[in-house]
């Protein structure tokens, strides 16, 4: 079984600080990682994935992650954030290799910037 | 490249009612997912196609829902009898193979009274 845990709910920063958006997971072998964005009244969209390599990926919108297999973790990271990002942010994850299995989603933590 | 499309958007019935909620997936991507999104979750795979036939059903509540993907493209989520605690967000999403990107399209919501 595959399982992702975001512990939470919220996370509020102010406009121009870093922000970090937690993610722990849980698969048999090697895990390919990802976090997908969800605004209002939309479809999720795809940020960024782990699958290979290089333990810091970076993504769309100046997002990047860091994939921790000691700690199996992969948080999500912006160096200065934006008020346009706030939204609902969902971690996933599928053992690898990754054709056949369905991606299992976290519960999903939103994230809100204040100006 | 044109999106992944679903409709309808919106459905209001009344419980122990049908529904069916269509899907068009990008042109080649031989994958296709329904997942179910109730408020407050994550997405909750409910079935996974590979072309026509299917790879993953093991949480679909085949009492009540089916899907289908006749000719390996568009696909189709019937729900009968609806109950309430099946109102959320239908998504569908398709992928590339070997990408490892899903596509969502941008949902179908369902409220059951």
């Known amino acids: 079984a595959q399982s992702v845990a975001q512990p939470e709910d919220q996370v509020n920063v102010a406009e121009g600080n870093p922000l970090t958006v937690k993610c722990t997971y849980s698969?048999?072998?090697?895990?390919?990682l990802f976090w997908y964005v969800q605004y209002p009244n939309r479809g999720l969209q795809f940020l960024l994935k782990y699958i290979t390599g290089d333990n810091l990926v970076k993504g769309s919108y100046g997002f990047e992650a860091e994939f921790n297999k000691s700690q199996t973790s992969f948080h999500l990271k912006k160096p200065s954030a934006l008020v346009s990002d706030s939204a609902l942010y969902f971690c996933?994850?599928?053992?690898?290799?990754?054709?056949?299995?369905?991606?299992?989603f976290g519960s999903g933590t939103r994230l809100q910037v204040q100006p | 490249e044109a999106g992944v499309a679903q409709s309808p958007r919106y459905k209001i019935i009344e419980k122990r009612q049908s529904v069916a909620f269509w899907c068009n997936p990008i042109?080649?991507?031989?994958?296709l997912y329904w997942y179910q999104q109730i408020l407050g979750q994550g997405p909750k795979l409910l079935i996974q196609f590979q072309n026509n036939g299917v790879v993953d059903d093991s949480q679909l509540p085949k009492d009540r829902f089916s899907a289908e993907r006749l000719k390996g493209v568009d696909s189709t989520l019937k729900i009968q009898p609806a109950k309430l605690e099946d109102s959320a967000v239908y998504l569908c999403?398709?992928?590339?193979?070997?990408?490892?990107?899903?596509?969502f399209g941008a949902g179908s919501r369902l409220t059951v009274l």
């Open positions: 698969v048999s072998g090697n895990p390919y």
């Open positions: 999403a398709s992928e590339l193979s070997g990408a490892n990107v899903l596509t």
């Open positions: 996933a994850v599928r053992a690898a290799p990754g054709g056949r299995r369905a991606l299992t």
């Open positions: 042109s080649g991507h031989a994958t």
